[in-house]
C-alpha cells in the first residue's frame, strides 16, 4: 500500500474526528456543528484559504501547490450530511442525536478529504491549485445544485473535478469505476386522482377513484415492461397511497407518489411524457379527473472517460492494477454529484467499505480501516493530476 508515513501519524486524528462526526449528525443544509468543525480543521491544516456559506453550509478549500506554472485547477468533492434514521450498530462513536445517523458514510467522506487537505496543504508537492469542496444536502437536498448556483465554479473555476463514494461488499483496499452513466437519475412524482365521493353503500352515486387508482398503479409498470427498449434500465416505483378514513366512505380524492429512475435523458423524457398521457387517460376513462406533478431532481451520473481513466491509474498507483475495476455496475441510486459533472469533466469513483451493512441501513457504518486508502487516493490523485513541472 502507497501510505506516505505522514498518513500514518495522522490516522488516529481523522478517525476521531469522523467518529465526532458520527456522534453528532446533521440532515441536509442544516449542518452548523459540521460545517464548523470542518472549516476549523481545515485552518488548522494550513490551507491557504477558506470559505463557508457557499450553497448555504457547504465549505470550500484553496491549496497552493508549490508552483503554478501549469495553471491549472482541480476540485475534490466530498458530502457532509446525514440521514433521518435511527442508529443500531451498537458502536461506541453512535450518533447521539436520536433520529439522525450517518448511515452512508459521509462522515468517513469528510475525513477522508480532510486528510488529503492537511497532507497536500503540508506537501505542496504540485503544480496547479486544488479546490476542496465540502458539500451539504446530497441526501436528498440537491447540495451541489445550490452550491454551483452559488457561484461554486465562477468563484473557484475548475478544469476536473473528482468524487468519491464508499461501496459496501468491496473489500477494504479496493476500488472500482467505471466510464459513462454509472448512477441513475432521480425523479419524484405525485398524482391527485379526483372522483366524487359518497356512501360506500351507494357506488353507483359516486365516481371512485380507487379504481382508478388500482388501474393507474398497473398502467404506470406498462411504461418500463412495453414502452422501453429491453437493452436499456429504468425502475418506476410508486411509494406512497394516501385515500379515505372511514369503512364505509366512498374518498373523493385519492394521492398517489413515487420515484423514477433512469440511465438515459431520452428515457427520462420519455417516461415522463408517458406518465402525463396515462394519468389523464386512465382517469378519463373512469369518469374522474387527474393531475400529475412531475418533478426533476438529480440528473443521470455520468463519468467523463478520459477522468475515469486518469482516477483508476492513481487508485493503481496506492491499491495495485488488480485491486482496481474498471467494471463498476452501473445502479439506479441517485448522486448529486451529478449536477457538478455537468458542469465541469471529472469522475467518481467508489472505496471498499469491506463487509458492512448496506448503504442507509440502520446496521451501517462507515469502515475507519477505509480511511488511510482514501486519503492516499486522493493524494496520488492530485500529484498525477498536477505533476510539478522539471
Known amino acids: 500500500m502507497a501510505v506516505e508515513n505522514w498518513i500514518s ?5 481523522l478517525v476521531e474526528f469522523r467518529r465526532d462526526l458520527h456522534r453528532n449528525p446533521e440532515l441536509l443544509y442544516d449542518l452548523p456543528r459540521t460545517a464548523a468543525r470542518v472549516a476549523q480543521a481545515l485552518r488548522e491544516a494550513g490551507v491557504d484559504e477558506v470559505h463557508e456559506g457557499i450553497g448555504r453550509t457547504g465549505v470550500v478549500a484553496v491549496i497552493r501547490g508549490h508552483s503554478n506554472r501549469s495553471g491549472r485547477t482541480i476540485g475534490l468533492r466530498s458530502d457532509m450530511d446525514a440521514l433521518p434514521i435511527t442508529e443500531e450498530t451498537g458502536a461506541e462513536w453512535a450518533s447521539e442525536v436520536p433520529g ?44 451541489a445544485r445550490a452550491m454551483i448556483e452559488d457561484g461554486l465554479f465562477r468563484r473557484f473555476p475548475v478544469d476536473e473535478v473528482y468524487g468519491m463514494h464508499n461501496r459496501p461488499a468491496l473489500p477494504v483496499g479496493e476500488f472500482t469505476i467505471a466510464p459513462g452513466p454509472i448512477m441513475g ?10 372522483g366524487v365521493g359518497g356512501h360506500a353503500a351507494r357506488p353507483e352515486l359516486t365516481v371512485d377513484p380507487m379504481p382508478v387508482m388500482a388501474a393507474l398503479i398497473q398502467g404506470l409498470q406498462t411504461l418500463v415492461a412495453r414502452n422501453l ?19 364505509n366512505v366512498i374518498p373523493q380524492t385519492l394521492a398517489l407518489a ?15 411524457a408517458r406518465m402525463g398521457e396515462m394519468v389523464q387517460g386512465i382517469a378519463a376513462a373512469y369518469g374522474a379527473t387527474a393531475r400529475l406533478d412531475y418533478g426533476r431532481h438529480y440528473p443521470v451520473t455520468v463519468n467523463h472517460d478520459a477522468h475515469t481513466e ?13 485491486r482496481v475495476h474498471r467494471d463498476m455496475p452501473q445502479t439506479l441510486g441517485g448522486e448529486d454529484f ?50 510539478l513541472q522539471e
Open 258 to 272: 413515487g420515484t423514477v429512475r433512469t440511465l438515459r435523458e431520452e428515457v427520462r423524457d420519455m417516461i415522463e
Open 9 to 13: 501519524d495522522r490516522i488516529t486524528q
Open 100 to 143: 439522525k445517523m450517518h448511515a452512508c458514510g459521509h462522515d468517513g467522506h469528510t475525513a477522508m478529504l480532510l486528510g488529503a487537505a492537511i497532507g497536500l496543504a503540508q506537501s505542496r508537492n504540485f503544480d496547479g491549485t486544488v479546490v476542496l469542496i465540502f458539500q451539504p444536502a446530497e441526501e436528498g437536498g440537491a447540495g
Open 185 to 194: 437519475s432521480v425523479d419524484m412524482f405525485d398524482i391527485q386522482i379526483t
Open 338 to 387: 451529478s449536477f457538478m459533472l455537468n458542469e465541469v469533466p471529472g469522475a467518481m469513483i467508489n472505496i471498499g467499505n469491506g463487509d458492512s451493512a448496506g448503504l442507509h441501513h440502520p446496521a451501517y457504518d462507515f469502515n475507519d480501516d477505509a480511511i488511510a486508502w482514501g486519503v492516499s487516493y486522493w493524494t496520488a490523485l492530485v500529484r498525477s493530476r498536477l505533476p
Open 229 to 247: 427498449d429491453p437493452v436499456d434500465s429504468a425502475v418506476v416505483s410508486v411509494t406512497r397511497v394516501q385515500a379515505g378514513d372511514a369503512y
Open 310 to 322: 486518469y482516477a483508476a491509474q492513481a487508485a493503481e498507483s496506492v491499491a495495485g492494477a488488480g
